[in-house]
């Protein structure tokens, strides 16, 4: 796939982040015991404070939460048909959530997952099916490092300009390639744009998927510099956010420096970087 960010993208981007906020504030990921629980509506912040480098690093980075042993094998109970994705997590100390998304790429995926071995993090990537398709075995290699893959549908559409069939055939044709290669179906999807609509919502119930959305944007995508990259992420960096970035889509070499930058600042700083969990079935 090629997507190379461009003014008509800034322009959906925009026009998708309206649509969401008027939508209003979403509800929070669940971590702790494997509940979903839900927030108060509300606006969610873009940034938060400075992460302060006065806590000592976190010797747990690799555990999402006691118990947890890898990417859950079994089926997740019938989900509920939401009407906003989910935005931040609920309060358990300064802990974060690491999202990329429109992969994997030969290019900047490996890089980013050498990082994040190197520090013992696990995150979510957010696949596209025909990027998927080509690099299974990059698929495999999330799965064997505890990472949780993700529905971005196959060809990165605007899902407000779709009809309910290929909304289906965008999620279940990348769903599809995800078990084959990761050995699993995605319990999770992103509407590409943050361009949500209330077929994606219920289809992705259908399916077996949570929405989940973002609370920091790097705009990575816009190639601002590797310093602009740092310097977002770690002003946003607050208990509770998912942060968004990219490993594919275009150049993402300015993606892969910042990371292993504001990383280990932020694990420094005393945040825990961990990835969601469903309620077992």
């Not at 322009?11 to 494997?34: E, N, Q, T, Y």
């Not at 990329?100 to 290019?107: I, K, L, S, T, Y």
């Not at 009809?163 to 965008?170: D, L, N, P, T, V």
């Not at 150049?251 to 990383?263: E, F, G």
Request: charged share 25%; aromatic share 6%.
């Amino acid at each position: 796939m090629k997507k190379d960010q461009s003014l008509t993208r800034r322009r959906v981007l925009i026009a998708g982040a309206a649509a969401l906020a008027a939508a209003g504030g979403a509800g929070a990921l669940a971590l702790d015991g494997g509940e979903e629980t839900a927030i108060a509506p509300g606006p969610a912040p873009v940034a938060g404070p400075q992460a302060r480098a006065t806590l000592k690093t976190s010797t747990y980075r690799l555990q999402p939460l006691t118990g947890y042993g890898g990417p859950p094998r079994a089926a997740p109970a019938p989900t509920v048909v939401r009407h906003e994705p989910f935005l931040r997590l609920p309060g358990h100390g300064r802990t974060m959530v690491l999202t990329f998304d429109d992969g994997p790429d030969p290019r900047y995926t490996p890089r980013i997952l050498d990082t994040l071995a190197e520090y013992e993090v696990r995150a979510m990537f957010f696949v596209c099916g025909e990027m998927a398709v080509d690099n299974q075995d990059l698929l495999a290699r999330m799965a064997d490092d505890g990472h949780l893959v993700g529905n971005h549908t196959w060809t990165h559409p605007l899902l407000t300009r779709l009809r309910r069939s290929r909304i289906r055939s965008e999620m279940e044709r990348t769903s599809d390639v995800i078990e084959k290669a990761y050995g699993e179906r995605p319990q999770w999807f992103r509407a590409p744009y943050g361009a949500w609509n209330r077929a994606a919502f219920q289809l992705g119930a259908e399916m077996g998927m949570e929405p989940l959305a973002w609370t920091v944007d790097s705009l990575d995508w816009t190639r601002p510099g590797t310093r602009t990259i740092v310097r977002r992420v770690e002003h946003g960096a607050a208990p509770g956010v998912v942060v968004l970035s990219h490993d594919a889509g275009g150049n993402r070499s300015q993606t892969v420096r910042a990371l292993h930058k504001w990383l280990p600042h932020l694990l420094d700083s005393g945040y825990h970087i961990t990835v969601p969990r469903r309620r077992p079935a």
